[in-house]
């Protein structure tokens, strides 16, 4: 069975400060792993990382996936009171047919004025 | 261009009762996926359909069950509704495979008493 862990579950930062979330995963056949930003409902698309391209960067927000040792991390440099969300990882496997999200805890980020 | 369209916002229901949501994907995506998100467990993925068919299901109970009209709009349908599926259904649209990642819509608020 897929499994997503992000670490740590919750953070509480200054504005300024840089912080690396973590997210590791076992998945069957994998094709790609996504982060989303979820603040109130709708996650909102922030990366996909795929097999061709293990590093993205937009602004602030920066990410990487080591398809060797099965983990991902996001980044966000110079905070801003804005970027407090959830933040969730996910992987996509391929079943079958089909394809299928799966999803860790996420990471709950605060950043304090 | 328009995003992904869920109706009802809110819903209210009594145990027993059977619900129906609904979601109309981004023009021209042709998969839809349904999540099911609680404080508990996470965001869990419900089910997909593809050109009208069913083509992966998660791990739910039968009372879940759902459809895809010609057009891509999908609904899902709960009956004999428990406490325990008051949560936020979301939906994500994708073209035909995932590979351009999903979009997410602001999902059904379900509460049942």
């Known amino acids: 069975e897929d499994k997503v862990v992000q670490s740590p579950l919750s953070l509480v930062v200054h504005e300024g400060d840089t912080v690396t979330l973590n997210c590791s995963y076992e998945?069957?056949?994998?094709?790609?792993l996504l982060w989303y930003k979820q603040e109130k409902k709708a996650p909102t698309f922030l990366f996909m990382l795929?097999?061709?391209?293990i590093e993205k960067k937009s602004g602030r927000l920066s990410s990487i996936l080591d398809k060797k040792e099965l983990f991902s991390i996001l980044n966000i440099t110079a905070t801003q009171t804005g970027d407090s969300a959830v933040y969730l990882c996910?992987?996509?496997?391929?079943?079958?047919?089909?394809?299928?999200?799966?999803f860790g805890e996420g990471t709950q980020l605060t950043v304090n004025p | 261009k328009a995003g992904v369209t869920q109706t009802p916002r809110y819903l209210i229901k009594t145990r027993g009762q059977q619900v129906t949501l609904s979601c109309s994907p981004i023009?021209?995506?042709?998969?839809v996926s349904w999540y099911q998100q609680t404080p508990g467990q996470g965001l869990q993925f419900l089910f997909e359909?593809?050109?009208?068919?069913?083509?992966n299901k998660g791990n739910f109970p039968g009372r879940f069950s759902g459809r895809q009209f010609s057009n891509s709009r999908s609904e899902m349908n709960v009956s004999t509704l428990e406490l325990g599926d008051s949560a936020l259904y979301l939906c994500?649209?994708?073209?035909?495979?995932?590979?351009?990642?999903?979009?997410f819509g602001s999902g059904t608020r379900l509460t049942v008493v």
């Open positions: 994500a649209s994708s073209l035909a495979d995932g590979n351009y990642g999903y979009t």
């Open positions: 998945v069957t056949n994998f094709r790609s």
């Open positions: 795929t097999s061709s391209g």
């Open positions: 996910a992987v996509r496997g391929l079943k079958t047919s089909g394809s299928r999200l799966t």
């Open positions: 023009s021209g995506h042709r998969s």
């Open positions: 359909y593809f050109s009208e068919t069913q083509r």
